[in-house]
């Protein structure tokens, strides 16, 4: 475990869904807003992909990609009538591209099937981060209309401009950066983040619990049908139900790809 990782306080190894969610009921006692965010390897840390994979971007570079990106998208948007910068970051960021923000969920459930969705790399065990927040966390109106210049990290409830948000009970967090100073980084990790630090968790869940509470959370109703409302997310769901991950120990058919519990 890393210095950084122990700077949060880590509420428990679960390896079933009960155990989870009495874990993160716990963690909370009950009073604390929270959102949630599921890691594959507990090792990784809490940011953006814009500063993931040795990516050197100026601000001048970050807004020129998100402009780029506004104007290319157009014609894919049955709407895009009063859309702000932030709603325009939050698309881009669910299509795939780089952007200083880092997706979280209000739903702990959500959380676990991103952390556990695919079997671990190795034997690494997973982690589900738990945010507590309170309203001077959230992003004024008037950092909305500049996202790319705010001066502090904050927490953003974005508008439901993409079934996903919706689905997923999308939230992000919008890093600062810290472009031109010389003893910081250029995004600083939240876990490391001063304001953030205090208000984190996180719950592990060891490699060999993934399959079962994968079905576990099938069960519960929480599949990529249900979490990508397209048909990216259909076609992953009937693979997913028809051919098994290495990690899941349900008996088949006879002769056939198709789960008994189909």
């Known amino acids: 475990m890393t210095a950084a990782k122990r700077i949060a306080r880590r509420v428990g190894d679960v390896n079933d869904l009960a155990g989870y969610l009495a874990a993160i009921h716990g963690a909370l006692n009950g009073e604390m807003e929270a959102l949630f965010r599921g ?9 953006p992909a814009v500063a993931r994979q040795h990516l050197t971007v100026s601000p001048q570079g970050e807004a020129a990609m998100l402009e780029e990106f506004k104007r290319r998208a157009l014609p894919y948007l049955d709407s895009a009538h009063d859309l702000r910068d932030s709603d325009w970051l ?6 795939g591209m780089p952007t200083r923000l880092l997706d979280w969920s209000g739903s702990a459930l959500t959380a676990l099937w991103f952390a556990i969705n695919e079997p671990a790399p190795g034997n690494s065990g997973a982690a589900v981060w738990i945010l507590a927040y309170d309203a001077n966390d959230l992003m004024s109106e008037k950092e909305r209309e500049q996202p790319l210049g705010v001066r502090r990290t904050v927490l953003v409830r974005p508008r439901h401009v993409t079934r996903r948000i919706t689905a997923q009970d999308g939230w992000f967090t919008l890093h600062r950066s810290h472009w031109g100073d010389d003893e910081s980084p250029q995004f600083v990790a939240l876990e490391t983040n001063l304001d953030y630090k205090k208000k984190l968790f996180y719950v592990t869940i060891p490699h060999d619990a993934f399959g079962a509470m994968r079905m576990q959370l099938a069960q ?5 049908a249900v979490l990508f409302p397209d048909l990216a997310g259909v076609a992953s769901y009937v693979a997913w139900s028809h051919l098994y991950r290495e990690d899941e120990l349900v008996p088949r058919f006879p002769g056939t790809g198709v789960r008994s519990d189909a």
């Open 220 to 224: 519960a109703g929480v599949t990529s």
């Open 90 to 95: 939050a698309i881009a960021q669910h299509q």
């Open 39 to 47: 890691h594959r390897d507990v090792n990784w840390k809490l940011i």
